[in-house]
């Protein structure tokens, strides 16, 4: 998808990074809609600046993912609007439908809602062809304690052994026993910026014609691997810093 050049920059600073010399910030307005051959946000009630990772990876074994979050001082979540901080997604999932519009969920997605972050699950069931979508919620962190102050996530997915471990500035706040995943896709990967889904609920509630405030999200120390300790430098900190 494309972007427009205030969405994304690549910041060196050293004093404002959480680790190393460079950090990633991300700036999403009203009418930041973008598609591509596969998938047109603009006409399905969405707007994102988003990277997606790559290789993708086959869901086996176990998966780890951990980065560093900080929002902006005048960030506000957009309840009911959703407003997603990371993801991880699947190729070749499940689908389905939501409010009307083709649905394809993710695994995990963390997000603001309610001037909370949440650790959101989807709990998937059903066919791969009519999914049904229960997304359980796990609150990580009161909002306010994440404007303009540096904030550490990694969560581990065990796909063999059917449980997800969540961890906050390098602090265990959730174990889930639960399998990650009950369809197999082709593999996985982790997305990470701003995503807005179902803008115009937001727009419903403040007024016609309303327009969405902007919102500034900042990132660093992205990893993944297959153990906690080659994620999470506050359990490990011999990590080196990515830069």
């Avoid at 998808?1 to 950090?23: H, L, P, T």
């Avoid at 993708?56 to 001082?73: F, V, W």
């Avoid at 990650?180 to 990470?192: A, D, G, R, V, W």
Wanted: positive net charge; contains cysteine; charged residues 30%.
């Amino acid at each position: 998808m494309g972007q427009n050049s205030y969405n994304y920059e690549y910041i060196k600073d050293g004093s404002v990074a959480r680790r190393g010399q460079f950090y990633q910030r991300f700036e999403l307005k009203d009418g930041d809609c973008f598609g591509d051959d596969g998938w047109n946000d603009c006409e399905n009630d969405r707007e994102r600046v988003e990277f997606s990772s790559r290789p993708t990876q086959k869901p086996s074994g176990t998966e780890c993912l951990a980065y560093s979050i900080k929002l902006d001082k005048d960030f506000i979540d957009l309840h009911p609007t959703n407003t997603d901080l990371g993801q991880v997604h699947q190729k070749g999932g499940p689908k389905g439908s939501a409010s009307g519009l083709k649905s394809f969920p993710p695994l995990i997605q963390i997000g603001a809602k309610r001037g909370r972050l949440i650790f959101g699950w989807h709990e998937l069931s059903g066919s791969s062809d009519n999914v049904i979508d229960k997304k359980r919620e796990y609150p990580l962190i009161k909002l306010k304690h994440i404007k303009g102050k540096w904030t550490d996530i990694s969560f581990c997915l065990d796909y063999e052994n059917k449980r997800m471990d969540v961890w906050l500035n390098g602090t265990k706040v959730h174990v889930i026993n639960k399998s990650p995943i009950n369809f197999m896709p082709e593999s996985t990967y982790f997305k990470y910026g701003i995503y807005r889904s179902f803008i115009s609920r937001y727009q419903k509630e403040i007024g016609k014609g309303a327009k969405l405030p902007t919102q500034i999200v900042y990132y660093d120390e992205i990893r993944r691997g297959n153990s906690i300790n080659e994620v999470d430098f506050n359990i490990n900190p011999d990590l080196i810093p990515v830069d």
